[in-house]
């Protein structure tokens, strides 16, 4: 299980399974195992036999759980719901540096712990990160009327609200219209 490499993105990880079990609650393991290989993991470590049905069973019950710190919008409620996560699923933080990575920060607690494990450590570590680098929590979930997806705003400019351009857009339109009418 990768924590690092080029361009690996954990907190960007999170989302799009955040997303993808939020959208197939009953995700299958292909579409899973998919995901995570999208996101750096060895094709080796996906294979039915070291990535099982229960595994992806696991994993999405992860994904659900942590969904709820994406759910957060108080800076004080996500950080304690992350120090719970990393107090329950996290280790010791230490280096490592395998399959051609470079050096990067595993709180995993070693190499037999569980994908669900892993993830719930891994993701609280990025988004505790995100945090304390921005000082205020920046993912969320779309403003937009029709939509639920999950966003992750760390680019450049003022806090996101929506998920994309798009949503933003077809909000932008819709209040345009309303006071139009009135």
């Not at 994908?115 to 990025?126: G, I, K, N, R, V």
């Not at 400019?157 to 909000?171: D, H």
């Amino acid at each position: 299980m990768n924590d690092s490499g080029q361009g690996f993105r954990p907190a960007q990880r999170l989302i799009d399974l955040a997303n993808a079990v939020r959208d197939t609650p009953r995700l299958p393991r292909e579409a899973l195992a998919e995901l995570l290989a999208r996101h750096g993991e060895n094709p080796d470590d996906l294979t039915p036999a070291a990535f099982s049905a229960t595994d992806a069973e696991e994993l999405r019950a992860a994904v659900t759980r942590i969904s709820g710190v994406l759910d957060e919008t108080d800076p004080d409620r996500a950080a304690g719901e992350l120090n719970s996560l990393l107090a329950a699923h996290a280790g010791p933080p230490r280096l490592s540096r395998h399959d051609g990575h470079p050096w990067h920060l595993h709180v995993d607690r070693g190499d037999d712990t569980g994908w669900a494990d892993w993830f719930l450590a891994s993701s609280a570590l990025a988004l505790a990160r995100i945090l304390t680098e921005y000082g205020r929590i920046t993912w969320g979930v779309c403003a937009a009327a029709r939509c639920s997806t999950f966003y992750l705003g760390t680019g450049p400019g003022s806090a996101r609200r929506y998920c994309s351009a798009t949503c933003a857009s077809r909000e932008r339109v819709a209040a345009h219209r309303r006071r139009a009418r009135t």
